[in-house]
């Protein structure tokens, strides 16, 4: 657990070098005359420092900061404005970081490890100020509530869904199901969580009354990634049977939920937790892909509106900027790119 500040950083972490590339396939702009779309310093940034694979990335809610957690049990963060500096690395978890969230007010990460710890920290010391240790596999995923008090949902290859609040010791309220958690998510309002696993099922809970209420079957193999839409109507779920689909998770929606299917990118061999999102106005979706692809898909005709190339591996997880149109990537080729949609 340290921080490092530009300068202590030949000492403390490899020296990162940011190059940027041009993307295989993209419309350089900026050059050629075209109107550049975001506030990146080019239309395609490469980051690269991270020693092993990386497995999760976010924005900070401003959009200012990314986070990433890697197979090198090191979490870092990096400014997406100018040459997209390292500017701090996260130390402390004992095997791989496989998500990282941040908190609603952008002033702590959650990080979840298969050190079956989750943790959480400062982010403007880098130190570590809370750990979680009731979990007895790896941690896969967990998700910070929207509202109300600081809680946080994790999931683990335990078979347990555990409840945090930040300001108190050990968890809160722990959900149990038959096969390991994989993807977790709070409702909008932070009264249900959405578990999925191996079992292919997305379970619904009422944390008031602690049981499952509803039970969404649809994708025939396991889950690695959910994500509730920003108006917080909908749930988006990656199935290893290679669809993304998105559920009506209103009060009163009908008994089918599901309502859209999306296909096109691929999971493989690695079984990697493949992660999806919506972009800000919920008119998009993304994913990675085993084939080293990042989607792009409109939500309303459900098309591919992009497949981009550049990564050399599987690609983990992709995200959104909060504000502007520009697609952030990391992929077990230990690299991160930003790109202007």
Same mark, same amino acid.
């Given at each position: 657990m340290l921080s490092v500040g530009e300068n202590s950083l030949a000492i403390s972490a490899p020296r990162l070098d940011q190059v940027t590339v041009p993307f295989i396939g993209s419309q350089a702009r900026g050059p050629n005359g075209k109107p550049r779309t975001s506030s990146l310093e080019s239309p395609i940034m490469l980051l690269t420092g991270h020693q092993s694979g990386i497995y999760t990335m976010k924005f900070n809610p401003a959009g200012t900061v990314i986070a990433s957690g890697s197979h090198d049990r090191d979490i870092f963060l990096w400014y997406i404005h100018g040459e997209c500096k390292n500017y701090m690395v996260l130390r402390g978890h004992k095997n791989a970081v496989l998500?990282?969230?941040?908190?609603?007010?952008?002033?702590?990460?959650?990080?979840? =490890?298969?050190?079956?710890?989750?943790?959480?920290?400062?982010?403007?010391?880098?130190?570590?100020?809370k750990k979680m240790v009731e979990?007895?596999?790896?941690?896969?995923?967990?998700?910070? =509530?929207?509202?109300?008090?600081?809680?946080?949902?994790?999931?683990?290859?335990?078979?347990?869904a555990k409840l945090w609040d930040l300001r108190q010791r050990g968890s809160v309220q722990t959900v149990t199901e038959n096969y390991q958690v994989t993807a977790v998510c709070f409702s909008d309002a932070s009264d249900k969580i959405y578990s999925a696993g191996i079992d292919n099922d997305v379970k619904v809970w009422d944390l008031r009354r602690n049981e499952k209420i509803i039970t969404l079957q649809g994708h025939s193999d396991m889950m690695t990634g959910m994500q509730l839409s920003p108006d917080g109507s909908y749930l988006l779920t990656n199935s290893m049977d290679s669809t993304l689909r998105i559920w009506d998770m209103r009060p009163y929606a009908p008994q089918n939920r599901c309502v859209k299917i999306f296909a096109g990118h691929q999971h493989n061999f690695e079984k990697n937790l493949l992660k999806c999102a919506w972009s800000p106005d919920g008119s998009k979706i993304t994913a990675g892909s085993a084939d080293r692809m990042v989607y792009i898909w409109d939500t309303t005709s459900r098309r591919i509106l992009y497949k981009l190339p550049g990564h050399n591996?599987?690609?983990?997880?992709?995200?959104?900027?909060?504000?502007?149109?520009?697609?952030?990537?990391?992929?077990?080729?230990?690299?991160?790119?930003?790109?202007?949609?």
């Open positions: 998500d990282v969230q941040w908190n609603t007010d952008g002033t702590q990460i959650i990080s979840t =490890s298969a050190d079956k710890t989750l943790r959480a920290w400062d982010v403007d010391t880098g130190k570590q100020v979990h007895a596999e790896p941690v896969n995923s967990c998700c910070p =509530s929207r509202r109300g008090p600081p809680l946080v949902v994790s999931g683990s290859d335990d078979g347990t591996g599987s690609v983990n997880e992709t995200v959104f900027h909060p504000t502007e149109p520009i697609i952030a990537s990391c992929s077990s080729d230990k690299q991160i790119y930003l790109g202007e949609i």
